[in-house]
C-alpha cells in the first residue's frame, strides 16, 4: 500500500493554482495567515498536508482570527500503515464476518474497509450492534480523486462530497475542496417540504441564496439560505413523526427541534413546536441515499418542515 504518492489529491500540501492560498508546507502554529472564511463554520482544516491516503492522518490547518490553528494526527489512529498485515490483500466482501473491530483497510484503489460491530458499518443515528463484527466497505463517489484530496485544492464539481464518512466530510464549495466538522445524518428525507414564498418546496431542491421562512425575534421572516447540507448514508433509519394536522416528517434522529431537543425526544402527546403535537413516532428504515438539510441566515436557523419549526444542524 502506498502512502499517497503525489497523483491527484496526494500532494503533501493543500492549495495550488485555483484553491485556496496555502503554503507549500505545513506552517508553525500561531504563524499569521490572512484566508477569509465567510460561512461562519470553521472547518477542520482550510489546508491539510502530508501524504497519507487517510484524511484524518493529515496535519490539518485552519486560518482563524488571523493565526494558523494546527490539528495534528491522532498517533494512536495514525501509527499503524493505511494497510495493515491483518488486511486481506484485496478488499473483503461487504458483510463478510470479522473478529478486530478496530480494524480498518484503506487500499490502493480507493476502497476503505473497517470492521464495525455495527450493522452496515454506520453507528449513527443508532448503532445496531451485531455480533460477531462484519466488514464494512465503501469507495468514494464517482468524481473523486484517489487519494482523497487535501482540503484547500481546487475542484470543480460543487455537488460533489468525497469523505469516507460523515466522521470525514470532505466537500466541494467554492471551487476549493473543504474539510468540514464531524456532519454525521442527523438531516431530512429529500422530499421534505419546505416554507418558500413561493409556496412549499422540497428541501433537495433548495440552494443557496434560495428565500425560505424562518423565525427571527419572534416573528416569521423571509430570510434567504446561507448553506445546504447533503449526507451519504448507508442503512439509515430515521424518526417517522406523524402530527395532529395529519402531516408526516422523516427526520433523523439526532435532527434538533426548534427549541432544542432532538427527534429522538418526540413521542404520541409531545409537542413538536407551539402549533404542532405528535400523534405518533417510531424509527424506520430510510428510503433514500442521501440526507438532507439547510441553514437559514436567520438567528435562530429555523425553518418550516411540512409547516412545523424544526432546527438546523447547520447551524
Not at 42 to 66: E, I, K, L, Y
Request: glycine share 12%; net charge negative.
Amino acid at each position: 500500500m502506498s502512502g499517497g504518492g503525489t497523483g491527484q489529491g496526494g500532494s503533501t500540501g493543500g492549495g495550488g493554482a485555483g484553491g485556496l492560498p496555502c503554503p507549500s508546507s505545513a506552517p508553525s502554529d500561531g504563524e499569521p495567515c490572512s484566508l477569509e472564511n465567510t460561512s461562519g463554520i470553521t472547518p477542520r482544516g482550510d489546508c491539510t498536508f502530508g501524504d497519507d491516503p487517510r484524511p484524518n492522518c493529515r496535519v490539518a490547518a485552519a486560518c482563524v482570527s488571523g493565526k494558523w490553528r494546527l490539528t495534528q494526527p491522532d498517533p494512536t489512529l495514525c501509527a499503524p500503515p493505511p494497510l495493515p498485515s491483518a488486511c486481506s490483500a484485496t478488499p473483503p466482501a461487504m458483510g463478510d464476518t470479522c473478529t478486530d473491530s478496530s480494524l480498518e483497510c484503506w487500499y490502493d484503489d480507493g476502497t476503505h474497509c473497517a470492521c464495525s460491530p455495527c450493522r452496515g458499518g454506520s453507528a449513527y443515528p443508532l448503532c445496531q450492534t451485531i455480533d460477531p463484527p462484519q466488514w464494512a466497505c465503501g469507495t468514494p463517489p464517482q468524481g473523486c480523486p484517489n487519494p482523497l484530496p487535501q482540503a484547500g485544492e481546487p475542484c470543480s464539481d460543487a455537488k460533489l462530497s468525497c469523505g469516507p464518512s460523515c466522521e470525514l466530510p470532505i466537500r466541494c464549495e467554492d471551487g476549493v475542496w473543504v474539510y468540514d466538522p464531524i456532519s454525521c445524518p442527523i438531516c431530512a428525507s429529500p422530499d421534505t417540504p419546505i416554507a418558500t414564498p413561493e409556496g412549499e418546496r422540497a428541501i433537495a431542491e433548495l440552494r443557496p441564496g434560495d428565500l425560505v421562512y424562518s423565525v427571527d425575534a419572534g416573528a416569521v421572516v423571509v430570510v434567504p439560505i446561507a448553506r445546504v447540507g447533503s449526507t451519504p448514508v448507508v442503512n439509515h433509519r430515521v424518526v417517522r413523526a406523524e402530527l395532529d394536522d395529519g402531516r408526516v416528517l422523516e427526520l433523523s434522529a439526532g435532527h434538533p427541534t426548534a427549541d432544542g431537543r432532538h427527534f429522538s425526544d418526540l413521542g404520541p402527546g409531545v409537542p413538536l413546536d407551539e402549533r404542532h403535537f405528535v400523534v405518533r413516532a417510531e424509527l424506520v428504515p430510510y428510503r433514500f441515499q442521501r440526507t438532507y438539510d439547510i441553514l437559514p441566515a436567520s438567528r435562530t436557523g429555523a425553518y418550516f418542515a411540512a409547516g412545523a419549526l424544526v432546527g438546523s444542524t447547520l447551524r
